[in-house]
């Protein structure tokens, strides 16, 4: 009697799972790409630098490839366009995308902006204190390294983090494709300035790379800053009611 009181529940419980894999299978798919292989990846070189706190086999060997390219005109390039990683370009550019949201009003992709951001920042400091990997010191670099730790890359994640987010916000529009491609060119760019300039690991940059990523797709999917504007609106009025409740 009691099992077969149970098996209509089972059989309730797999229809509304079967739904929900139907309905949601592109966020599913979006968080275990976009999320859980990133993070995972991270994950695996956070611990292989925890345990040996040494480099990877390969970080050197490709920062002195690098190097071997280095002269004056890359030296004085690499030295000024590095810059545009964090203080002379994202954080203009994206006080500049954010007065432009806040004037029109775009709540939604302006908490998405912001949240991004500043989460990345914070996650940034507190893995490169937690980790306190030391910087390379392959050769005598004519650029003074930040005092700070170098896993993982501030640059490559500030970077990484504008470039995923404005994607996100222009997705299916006109615009899209131009921030892809000049967007992964800038974030290459400060990428190959960090390695060339000898101030990071090619490790510390991936890593960047990747836990910007995932904390990027991973807001999105929070936020949801393509929300159709009628729904915005309504689960933004429903949110005010219930705080003056």
Same mark, same amino acid.
């Given at each position: 009697?009691? /099992?077969?009181?149970? *098996?209509?529940?089972?059989?309730?419980?797999?229809?509304?799972?079967?739904?929900?894999?139907?309905?949601?299978?592109?966020?599913?798919?979006?968080?275990?790409?976009?999320?859980?292989?990133?993070?995972?990846?991270?994950?695996?070189?956070?611990?292989?630098?925890? /345990?040996?706190?040494?480099?990877?086999?390969?970080?050197?060997?490709?920062?002195?490839?690098?190097?071997?390219?280095?002269?004056?005109?890359?030296?004085?390039?690499?030295?000024?366009?590095?810059?545009?990683?964090?203080?002379?370009?994202?954080?203009?550019?994206?006080?500049?995308?954010?007065?432009?949201?806040?004037?029109?009003?775009?709540?939604?992709?302006?908490?998405?902006?912001?949240?991004?951001?500043?989460?990345?920042?914070?996650?940034?400091?507190?893995? /490169?204190?937690?980790?306190?990997?030391?910087?390379?010191?392959?050769?005598?670099?004519?650029?003074?390294?930040?005092?700070?730790?170098?896993?993982?890359?501030?640059?490559?994640?500030?970077?990484?983090?504008?470039?995923?987010?404005?994607?996100?916000?222009?997705?299916?529009?006109?615009?899209?494709?131009?921030?892809?491609?000049?967007?992964?060119?800038?974030? *290459?760019?400060?990428?190959?300035?960090?390695?060339?300039?000898?101030?990071?690991?090619?490790?510390?940059?991936?890593?960047?790379?990747?836990?910007?990523?995932?904390?990027?797709?991973?807001?999105?999917?929070?936020?949801?800053?393509?929300?159709? /504007?009628?729904?915005?609106?309504?689960?933004?009025?429903?949110?005010?009611?219930?705080?003056?409740?």
């Amino acid at each position: 009697m009691f /099992k077969s009181n149970l *098996l209509p529940l089972f059989q309730g419980f797999l229809g509304f799972l079967k739904q929900i894999l139907i309905t949601r299978w592109r966020s599913l798919l979006t968080l275990l790409i976009g999320v859980y292989l990133p993070l995972q990846i991270f994950e695996e070189l956070a611990v292989v630098i925890a /345990k040996n706190e040494g480099s990877f086999p390969w970080d050197e060997p490709i920062m002195l490839a690098i190097h071997q390219t280095a002269q004056p005109q890359l030296d004085v390039f690499a030295a000024t366009f590095t810059q545009l990683g964090i203080y002379w370009g994202v954080a203009p550019i994206a006080t500049i995308i954010g007065l432009i949201l806040l004037r029109q009003q775009q709540w939604r992709s302006l908490a998405y902006l912001v949240t991004t951001l500043l989460g990345s920042s914070l996650i940034n400091r507190t893995a /490169k204190v937690l980790l306190h990997r030391v910087r390379p010191h392959l050769w005598e670099s004519f650029y003074p390294p930040a005092p700070d730790y170098a896993f993982p890359s501030g640059h490559a994640m500030s970077s990484m983090t504008l470039v995923a987010a404005l994607i996100i916000l222009t997705w299916g529009s006109r615009w899209c494709w131009t921030v892809l491609i000049l967007g992964s060119l800038f974030v *290459l760019g400060i990428g190959w300035t960090r390695l060339y300039l000898g101030v990071h690991y090619p490790s510390d940059i991936l890593a960047g790379w990747l836990v910007a990523v995932a904390w990027v797709i991973g807001v999105s999917l929070l936020i949801q800053p393509h929300l159709p /504007k009628a729904i915005s609106v309504a689960n933004e009025e429903t949110l005010n009611t219930t705080a003056n409740i």
